[in-house]
Structure formats: structure tokens, C-alpha cells
Nanobody, 115 residues
Framework: QVQLVESGGGLVQAGGSLRLSCTAS????????MGWYRQAPGKQRELVAA???????NYADSVKGRFTISRDNSKNTVYLQMNSLKPEDTAVYYC?????????WGQGTQVTVSS
């Protein structure tokens, strides 16, 4: 059982930046495709960014050009750099992998963007 711990959320003004981190305790982090998801109150959870085990990335249209996903396998960590934040980015952000032990939800980290 792998623990995924998200951190780095907070309150920021529109136009500001945050960097989220997700650190895994498991042994096989590097073989996982990893994703950042978010869920706002009353909304479905959605994928906002993903990175494969080989480093390929993709993004939801709503965050393209503003968010960057990256990973450091030596630190068992995936990052989400969020720039030019908008109020509609307000949500709880979660990370998740696609392999055994990495495919359950953690606690998430709250991002709040004020107008």
C-alpha cells in the first residue's frame, strides 16, 4: 500500500502562482503514469495534467499554457506548477498513479484563488 501525499496548496490572488507536490512512499514510482486531478464543490473530479513513465505530458484545455507537470523519480515526486491562476482553478487537487498501490485517492490539497 502506497501513500500519496499532496502538498503546496493555499490561498492565492488571481494571476498568482502555486507549486504542488505529490510524494509517494512506494518502491515502483518510476513505472507509473501519474496524473493531477481536481474536484470543485458540486463538480465531477477531472484530470488536469498527466505525465507518463517516459515523461510525455498532456493537459486539459482549460490549463494549457498555464500549468506544467513534471516528475523527479529519484525523489518519488510529481509536481504541478500552476501559473496565471484563475478563480475557476479553485478545487481540491489530487495525484494518482495507474499501477497497483498507486491507484487510490489521498487527502488532496486545497487550492483557493480569490477574485
Amino acid at each position: 500500500q502506497v501513500q500519496l501525499v499532496e502538498s503546496g496548496g493555499g490561498l492565492v490572488q488571481a494571476g498568482g502562482s502555486l507549486r504542488l507536490s505529490c510524494t509517494a512512499s512506494g518502491r515502483f514510482f518510476s513505472i507509473n503514469n501519474m496524473g493531477w486531478y481536481r474536484q470543485a464543490p458540486g463538480k465531477q473530479r477531472e484530470l488536469v495534467a498527466a505525465i507518463t513513465s517516459s515523461g510525455s505530458t498532456n493537459y486539459a484545455d482549460s490549463v494549457k499554457g498555464r500549468f506544467t507537470i513534471s516528475r523527479d523519480n529519484s525523489k518519488n515526486t510529481v509536481y504541478l506548477q500552476m501559473n496565471s491562476l484563475k478563480p475557476e482553478d479553485t478545487a481540491v487537487y489530487y495525484c494518482k498513479g495507474d499501477r497497483v498501490g498507486y491507484n487510490s485517492w489521498g487527502q488532496g490539497t486545497q487550492v483557493t484563488v480569490s477574485s
